[in-house]
């Protein structure tokens, strides 16, 4: 059961990826980063539940990320900065009315989401070898 939660993680982080990705497409930044922070958001949700772990909320993930994987070496110290990064400019995309999301945040963001998942599937592949 475990498994299959962990799977359905990372299968909703890619699909966010894409969802970002068309997003980004169409000029609708805010919701580009809003999307890639929900892939980089389900990434660490499937990481930390593989590692016994499991956050009730966007600060609570941030917090465990960083007790349980960055501060002990499992991954390093960027990966906590990426996901702390997307949460910020997804809020601000979100909340602020003039929010500052434009193109170069976008792109920023989409491209830390995609490193960010693929570095979870990776460090996940390895650990189930």
């Given at each position: 059961m475990q498994q299959d939660l962990i799977a359905?993680?990372?299968t909703k982080a890619r699909a966010k990826l894409r969802v970002?990705?068309?997003?980004?497409?169409?000029?609708?930044?805010?919701d580009a980063v809003s999307r890639a922070y929900y892939a980089a958001f389900h990434a660490a949700q499937a990481v930390l539940l593989a590692e016994g772990h499991q956050a009730e909320t966007h600060?609570?993930?941030?917090?465990?990320f960083s007790l349980a994987l960055v501060?002990?070496?499992?991954?390093?110290?960027?990966?906590?900065?990426?996901?702390?990064?997307?949460?910020?400019?997804?809020?601000?995309g979100d909340y602020e009315a003039l929010?500052?999301?434009?193109?170069?945040?976008?792109?920023r963001?989409?491209?830390?989401?995609?490193?960010?998942v693929?570095?979870?599937?990776?460090?996940?592949?390895?650990?189930?070898?």
């Open positions: 359905g993680y990372l970002a990705r068309e997003l980004g497409k169409q000029h609708a930044w805010d600060r609570g993930l941030l917090t465990l501060k002990t070496g499992k991954f390093e110290k960027k990966w906590g900065k990426f996901l702390a990064n997307l949460k910020d400019d997804r809020e601000a929010s500052y999301v434009d193109e170069q945040t976008a792109s963001a989409l491209a830390e989401a995609e490193e960010f693929e570095e979870v599937e990776k460090f996940l592949g390895q650990r189930n070898r």
